[in-house]
């Protein structure tokens, strides 16, 4: 399609230069050579690049076709978070989610290179105001995810020795950026994209051992304006985390049938660095620097080929820290599944 179109477009813009060039064909030892177009060479340098597998043929190839892909999906997320604590003597524990965000896409590739348009109903009448960002790399031997969630929905409850309350949609804020990025040992024979991004076939089972490293950081803040309007006594509260992790862990592309293609990963990573802070009121008590906590990063997906053209399917991206000493304990969960159906040409 693209030839034909290219051909056409220089035929019919430079009628000219074609007659030139037929009467320049009687001089000996010219040579013209057609011009390509910009699109043309860029295709092909994509296509080069894109058929330049790096996998084990009899395990991962790429789908028969020209490399364009189109997917609808519909894509939910969410966020928990829970802390508590005892600060000079006073207990305090809060337990806390965000609204569940839901959106619809329609996404198109082409030999690697990916563009997507979401809609989220909830946001045009008004009835979501979070903002939310998510970003994923899927490479044969490395890989990335970042998400970034900035939060006014948070609700949930507060207990504590100074009483139990309610935290309601608006008396606070959230913002919580996560960060994973991994290496596949079994690169040749182990596909991240045949389960997240559909590029590739995963044809026989395998799987790989992995090497990562993650990051998990944000805060939470009472809108004190809001807050004591509805209830003068409330606490101001700020809970500040972040954590860093190195680790490793194990993924498997499970084939059956030829069609079905089943993934599980996990990727535990051991804290090296870690600041936590809760501060109730003004009075603060920080955590250790370093202690022997985690994140886990985890990742489902089912995929079905009906065709080399036709394939549908459902993913999980899950990411929880879980941060304990005697002074703070921090867990925080955020997820995102995704189902979706494309089309390959």
Same mark, same amino acid.
């Given at each position: 399609?693209? #030839?034909?179109?290219?051909?056409?477009?220089?035929?019919?813009?430079?009628?000219? +230069?074609?007659?030139?060039?037929?009467?320049?064909?009687?001089?000996?030892?010219?040579?013209? %050579?057609?011009?390509?177009?910009?699109?043309?060479?860029?295709?092909?340098?994509?296509?080069?690049?894109?058929? /330049?597998?790096?996998?084990?043929?009899?395990?991962? %190839?790429?789908?028969?076709?020209?490399?364009?892909? +189109?997917?609808?999906?519909?894509?939910?997320?969410? /966020? %928990?978070?829970?802390?508590?604590?005892?600060?000079?003597? &006073?207990?305090?524990?809060?337990?806390?989610?965000?609204?569940?965000?839901?959106?619809?896409?329609?996404?198109?590739?082409? @030999?690697?290179?990916?563009?997507?348009?979401?809609?989220?109903?909830?946001?045009?009448?008004?009835?979501?105001?979070?903002?939310?960002?998510?970003?994923?790399?899927?490479?044969?031997?490395?890989? +990335?995810?970042?998400?970034?969630? =900035?939060? #006014?929905?948070?609700?949930?409850?507060?207990?504590?020795?100074?009483?139990?309350?309610? +935290? #309601?949609?608006? #008396?606070?804020?959230?913002?919580?950026?996560?960060?994973?990025?991994?290496?596949?040992?079994?690169?040749?024979?182990?596909?991240?994209?045949?389960?997240?991004?559909?590029?590739?076939?995963? =044809?026989?089972?395998?799987?790989?051992?992995?090497?990562?490293?993650?990051?998990?950081?944000?805060?939470?803040? %009472? /809108?004190?304006?809001?807050?004591?309007? @509805?209830?003068?006594?409330?606490?101001?509260?700020?809970?500040?985390?972040?954590?860093?992790?190195? $680790?490793? $862990?194990?993924?498997?592309?499970?084939?059956?049938?030829?069609?079905?293609? &089943?993934?599980?990963?996990?990727?535990?990573?051991?804290?090296?660095?870690?600041?936590?802070?809760?501060?109730?009121?003004?009075?603060?008590?920080?955590?250790? =620097?370093?202690?022997?906590?985690?994140?886990?990063?985890?990742? &489902?997906?089912?995929?079905?080929?009906?065709?080399? @053209?036709?394939?549908?399917?459902?993913?999980?991206?899950?990411?929880?820290?879980?941060?304990?000493?005697?002074?703070?304990?921090?867990?925080?969960?955020?997820? =995102?599944?995704?189902?979706?159906?494309?089309? @390959?040409?």
């Amino acid at each position: 399609m693209v #030839e034909s179109a290219t051909v056409g477009a220089d035929t019919d813009v430079c009628p000219r +230069l074609l007659s030139d060039s037929v009467s320049q064909t009687d001089v000996p030892g010219d040579t013209i %050579t057609p011009k390509e177009s910009i699109w043309k060479r860029i295709s092909d340098k994509l296509g080069a690049r894109y058929y /330049n597998s790096k996998y084990d043929s009899a395990y991962v %190839t790429r789908p028969e076709g020209k490399g364009l892909t +189109l997917k609808v999906r519909m894509n939910q997320s969410g /966020n %928990t978070f829970h802390a508590k604590g005892t600060i000079n003597g &006073l207990y305090s524990k809060t337990d806390l989610s965000t609204s569940h965000k839901t959106t619809f896409s329609l996404g198109a590739s082409f @030999r690697g290179l990916g563009a997507s348009v979401s809609i989220n109903p909830a946001k045009w009448s008004g009835a979501y105001k979070d903002y939310e960002l998510n970003f994923n790399y899927y490479g044969s031997r490395l890989s +990335l995810d970042l998400s970034y969630q =900035r939060s #006014e929905s948070l609700s949930g409850d507060v207990y504590g020795d100074r009483g139990d309350r309610r +935290l #309601e949609s608006g #008396e606070s804020t959230m913002k919580v950026l996560n960060l994973v990025g991994y290496y596949t040992f079994n690169h040749r024979r182990f596909s991240y994209p045949a389960a997240f991004t559909q590029s590739y076939i995963q =044809r026989r089972s395998a799987g790989s051992w992995l090497l990562g490293i993650s990051y998990q950081g944000g805060s939470i803040k %009472t /809108n004190d304006e809001v807050l004591k309007q @509805r209830s003068p006594d409330a606490p101001e509260m700020t809970i500040e985390f972040g954590h860093i992790g190195i $680790g490793g $862990g194990y993924g498997y592309n499970l084939v059956l049938g030829g069609k079905w293609l &089943l993934h599980a990963s996990i990727l535990p990573t051991v804290v090296v660095y870690n600041r936590n802070k809760l501060i109730v009121n003004g009075e603060n008590k920080e955590a250790q =620097r370093v202690r022997f906590n985690m994140i886990f990063n985890e990742r &489902l997906a089912v995929v079905y080929n009906f065709s080399q @053209r036709y394939f549908a399917g459902a993913t999980l991206v899950m990411n929880n820290s879980i941060f304990d000493d005697k002074n703070v304990v921090i867990n925080q969960n955020k997820w =995102r599944a995704r189902a979706f159906f494309g089309m @390959r040409f």
